[in-house]
């Protein structure tokens, strides 16, 4: 059974730095690119940020390039967002994602967590 689990979600101040991750299991973990997305409430699921299996290549939403990191760990079979100068309306519960293809569509992804919320007060 895969299992993709989000920790780290909380409340925060505008300016704040938070960081999520994400605990994968029942998947070969290394063979999957991991993807970020966000939804607010009443919004569409947005893609927030990929990276590929190996971790050569990432990529990123534009309302969260420069501020945003994602990155992996195969040895722990986890993904990261390391979430730098948060803005409200960064608020959002946070998803983690594994897909076969590199893509910024929730519906090419295969799995998912059952996510976390991100709150950023101003």
């Known amino acids: 059974q895969v299992q993709l689990v989000e920790l780290g979600g909380g409340l925060v101040q505008a300016g704040d730095s938070l960081s999520l991750s994400c605990a994968t299991s029942?998947?070969?973990?290394?063979?999957?690119?991991m993807g970020w997305f966000r939804q607010a409430p009443g919004k569409k699921r947005e893609f927030v940020a990929a990276?590929?299996?190996?971790?050569?290549?990432?990529y990123y939403a534009d309302s969260v390039k420069g501020r945003f990191t994602i990155s992996r760990d195969n040895a722990k079979n986890t993904v990261y967002l390391q979430m730098n100068s948060l803005k409200p309306e960064d608020t959002a519960v946070y998803y983690c994602?594994?897909?076969?293809?590199?893509?910024?569509?929730?519906?090419?992804?295969?799995?998912w967590g059952q996510g976390t919320q991100v709150t950023v007060s101003s």
């Open positions: 994602a594994a897909s076969r293809s590199t893509s910024y569509y929730p519906g090419n992804y295969d799995y």
């Open positions: 990276i590929t299996w190996s971790g050569g290549s990432t």
């Open positions: 029942g998947l070969t973990f290394s063979s999957y690119n």
